[in-house]
């Protein structure tokens, strides 16, 4: 069974860190590029961050940029989004997805498999 789990997720007071992990189980993610999206209450979902197949090339959101790292390591089966300078508008529900491409369609979340989510909280 092909499965995205992401982890990491939590309350955190804002200017905190979280990582958040993405694992995959029943294939591997070695020829998939990644991205990350969230959804807040009441608002569509964003892409935040994307990351290719080899890791030789990352994208970000404006909104995260400069503070938010992606990062992957194939030999875990596992991708991280790295989250500094938290801010109250960060909370959302963050989803990692992939089979998909980091050209301009990741905007679009034209991603064929996604996880569960994992919630984020920054909150004081």
């Known amino acids: 069974q092909l499965q995205l789990v992401e982890s990491g997720g939590g309350l955190v007071q804002p200017g905190g860190s979280l990582r958040l992990s993405c694992a995959a189980s029943?294939?591997?993610?070695?020829?998939?590029?990644i991205g990350w999206f969230r959804q807040a209450p009441g608002k569509g979902r964003e892409a935040v961050s994307c990351i290719s197949s080899s890791g030789g090339s990352a994208n970000y959101a404006d909104s995260v940029k400069g503070r938010f790292t992606i990062s992957r390591d194939n030999a875990k089966n596992t991708v991280y989004l790295q989250m500094n300078s938290l801010e109250p508008e960060d909370t959302a529900v963050y989803y990692c997805a992939a089979g998909g491409s980091c050209d301009s369609s990741w905007l679009y979340g034209l991603f064929g498999s996604w996880g569960q989510g994992t919630q984020v909280t920054v909150s004081s």
């Open positions: 029943g294939f591997t993610l070695d020829y998939s590029a």
